[in-house]
């Protein structure tokens, strides 16, 4: 059977990618198999939004949400989604989002599965920042997530400054970053044992990262910066996809290798440090998102798109979990994550040294 016209067919005879053509001469090569795995994903992390919204001491059916959303609410059901809960999935989402694009950029830019900011220690360098307001200033929350963000920019600075030999290169920059993450951690410990007993407790809280008492004023810093970062890192999708062939192969190509890299890698950098500014060291979901996209769309090169919506999926869908799956007791987003992750790293580190790659 001959194929339709602006498709490419696999060697079992499926269509894998459309070419889509506009009057005005833009083109577009679609793969639909990753624009049908980027759908479900929204629709997963829509639908668990909704029963998130409606999740908690008074419960509200996911119709009488969505109603509420549409601005045909009690007056009760409208302050506790429009006011209490919605900003708080919001954050999940933009958070989840920032996260599974950050990882997938320092993942291509690494060519490197355990190249994600967990790995790397940017986490940890947030950590750091937001430490040293609430133990050593007493800062506001505000402050904290200043200090959260200025923590972060300054490993990212660290790793790609000691990284940098005539280039950054993949295995340097994780072997850079578990380096600079073990000192950071260290300073971290450091910095608990100094502290009294309330700002102690208080850093704990903020480290174990969590999504309560998130309201707008954590949604629009967020949502300003993915509005500008998303748009430039698809623009450069291209370039990050030429630079996974090698660093001559793509210069040959016309890439600017390094220009490129220096980008992308601020841009991952920006979204890992706002986002854990906002929710705290949220742990696995930048590592395994990527992963776990780039397996259900088995699409070779970064996979930004599947890998943003499995991020705000992942991390929506485990805070569902963690105030419905135990009961009375409401854990922490970043303990569902963490032990879910953790069980993952394990399985892509035994995975890895069975290839050969470790």
């Given at each position: ?10 060697p079992?005879?499926?269509?894998a ?6 009057p005005?001469?833009?083109s577009?090569r679609l ?9 479900l ?7 668990a939004s909704?029963v ?17 959303l549409a ?5 009760g ?5 429009n006011e209490?809960?919605l ?9 989840g ?5 950050g990882?997938a ?11 994600s900011?967990d790995?790397l ?16 200033m ?9 200090g959260a963000?200025v ?6 600075l660290?790793?790609?400054l000691l ?8 295995y340097?920059?994780?072997l850079v ?17 100094k502290?009294?007993i ?15 008492g998130?309201?707008?004023?954590q949604v629009?810093?967020?949502l ?19 630079t ?12 600017r290798?390094?220009r ?11 979204l ?10 949220v ?6 998102a990527?992963?776990?996209a780039r397996?259900?769309t ?7 798109v599947p890998?943003?919506c499995?991020?705000a ?8 979990a963690?105030?419905r799956a135990?009961?009375a007791?409401?854990?922490?987003v970043g303990?569902?994550?963490g032990v879910l992750?953790g069980?993952?790293l394990?399985w ?11």
């Open positions: 059977m001959p194929k339709a016209p602006g498709t490419s067919r696999t079992g005879g499926k269509r990618t459309r070419a889509l053509r506009t005005g001469g833009f577009l793969d639909v198999r990753a624009f049908v795995v980027v759908v994903l929204l629709a997963v992390a829509l639908a909704v998130l919204i409606g999740t908690g001491d008074f419960p509200i059916s996911a119709g009488d949400v969505l109603k509420t601005g045909d609410g009690t007056a059901q409208e302050f506790i989604v209490l809960r900003p708080r999935v919001l954050v999940g989402l933009l958070v989002a920032s996260l599974g694009l990882g950029l320092f993942q291509s830019i690494s060519r490197n599965p355990l190249g900011p790995v220690g940017l986490g940890q360098g947030a950590t750091a920042g937001a430490l040293v307001v609430i133990v050593l007493s800062g506001s929350a505000a402050q904290v997530t200043v963000l923590g972060g920019l300054v490993t990212g660290a790793i790609y990284s940098w030999k005539q280039g950054v290169h993949g340097r920059l994780v970053g578990i380096g600079v993450s073990a000192v950071v951690t260290a300073v971290n410990g450091y910095l608990l044992t502290s009294d309330v700002d102690a407790a208080r850093a704990v809280v903020w480290m174990t990262g969590s999504l309560d998130r309201d707008w004023e629009w810093p967020l300003a910066l993915c509005a500008v970062l998303v748009p430039l890192v698809l623009a450069n999708a291209r370039g990050l996809r030429m996974e062939m090698g660093d001559d192969v793509s210069n040959a190509l016309g890439v290798v390094e490129v890299r220096l980008l992308l890698m601020v841009a991952a950098v920006l890992t440090a706002t986002a854990t500014a906002a929710a705290g060291p742990s696995f979901v930048a590592l395994t990527p992963q776990l397996r259900l088995r699409s070779p090169g970064p996979n930004l890998s943003l499995m991020g999926a992942l991390l929506v869908t485990a805070d569902l963690s105030q135990f009961g007791e409401q854990l922490p303990v569902v994550t992750g069980v993952y394990l892509l580190l035994v995975t890895e040294r069975r290839a050969g790659r470790i």
